[in-house]
């Protein structure tokens, strides 16, 4: 492209050759006279002579040209086909980038670093993420990008672009996006801002995370919570404690905890079969949350075994609301999936810090003993843990 750029224009090409030629023309007339003149005297020869030089330089400068308008030629043709090939390379170029644009699974765009993102080009892909067509996202004519953005997104989309663009460097942003029909998806955006002229511009792509993000809030509700129950597992629960244990020791409050166990589950599953024996632990479960407060806590630590934390609640308390809970099991009928109800009898150990024990494991300890106490002394009861000089040497 320099060096087209550096050619003379066809008017200067063509003076230069006219020129070149009248001064050519004018020195071979005028030496060539005089050498002649000056070595023939006969008139009738200088004639002839005359007549053969001027056919000369007529066939000279004629082949002259001739090689000149041939070489101009071939280097016309050569950069002909060479701007063909370009612009059909081009060409190519500009298709196999409409065929990725199309084929992308997401949307590539490039917009204006502005508070509306005014969208300058969009690829196909719009129209299947956002249900808008490119055409109506383009300078804003139905709506702009941003507004599109979830509000609860927007603050930290903005800072994620703008601490990128500050430092030069490529942004990866995860936020939701409500669609033409009102549906919320996420998505996750790559690209980066350059200069355009003066302007600057963002440039990336855009595309449909929804089904990774559900499957991490999957993944994330089963790291804490039991899968047939629902409730907090054993983990989240043993979390829990810790951060109430941690709470009230720093403030000088209790905590109660109650350890909880069905009475002759086992028949439930040998009659009924181990489909029942999980309906029977999902609906208790639903009793049990139904009989709390709404700060307390209730977990599966595993089989037909559950806990509830209850804070700052003290002996007396922790004893009052373990025997509501006791009782509405008993009194409670538990249906099972054929439409059948099976009577039910739960036994619970209770716990409480500081008395029962100070640190989470302790309490755990002293209310798991506290429940197999209760099933020793025949089921379907509440027994407080050891005295607190026991449950210390214990």
């Given at each position: ?62 082949g002259v ?92 989309v903005s ?38 002229d003066g ?196």
């Amino acid at each position: 492209m320099r060096d087209l750029k550096k050619r003379h224009t066809p008017l200067q090409r063509s003076v230069a050759i006219v020129v070149i030629y009248l001064c050519a023309g004018w020195l071979w007339i005028t030496f060539s006279d005089a050498v002649a003149e000056a070595w023939i005297s006969d008139t009738r020869m200088l004639s002839r002579i005359q007549t053969w030089k001027g056919l000369l330089f007529v066939l000279v400068t004629g082949g002259v040209l001739f090689a000149v308008l041939l070489a101009q030629f071939r280097k016309d043709c050569n950069l002909i086909k060479l701007q063909q090939d370009q612009r059909e390379a081009l060409r190519q170029q500009e298709r196999q980038l409409a065929v990725l644009m199309d084929n992308l699974p997401g949307m590539a765009y490039r917009c204006r670093f502005d508070e509306h993102w005014t969208v300058l080009f969009a690829s196909e892909g719009c129209q299947d993420l956002t249900g808008y067509a490119p055409d109506e996202l383009l300078d804003n004519r139905v709506t702009s990008y941003a507004s599109l953005i979830d509000a609860e997104s927007t603050d930290a989309v903005s800072r994620a672009v703008e601490a990128s663009v500050a430092k030069d460097e490529p942004f990866s942003v995860e936020y939701a996006l409500r669609r033409k029909d009102g549906q919320t998806i996420w998505v996750w955006e790559r690209g980066r801002c350059i200069d355009d002229d003066g302007e600057l511009v963002l440039e990336g792509i855009v595309l449909d995370i929804s089904d990774r993000k559900a499957l991490e809030e999957e993944l994330s509700e089963l790291a804490t919570h039991d899968p047939l129950t629902g409730l907090n597992n054993r983990r989240e629960m043993t979390h829990l404690l810790e951060e109430e244990v941690a709470r009230a020791t720093r403030y000088g409050r209790e905590v109660a905890f109650l350890w909880i166990d069905f009475d002759h589950f086992k028949d439930i599953n040998d009659s009924f079969g181990h489909a029942a024996g999980d309906a029977v632990l999902k609906n208790v479960s639903h009793l049990l949350v139904d009989g709390i407060r709404t700060v307390d806590s209730v977990g599966r630590f595993g089989g037909e075994e559950f806990v509830i934390l209850l804070p700052e609640m003290g002996v007396e308390e922790a004893r009052e609301a373990a025997e509501r809970l006791r009782q509405r099991v008993h009194e409670t009928p538990i249906p099972l999936d054929t439409g059948e109800t099976v009577p039910l009898t739960i036994s619970i150990g209770i716990a409480v810090f500081p008395q029962h024990g100070r640190s989470p494991e302790a309490l755990c300890a002293a209310a798991d003993k506290a429940m197999y106490r209760a099933k020793q002394s025949g089921r379907n009861c509440v027994v407080m843990a050891s005295a607190p000089a026991e449950a210390q040497n214990s």
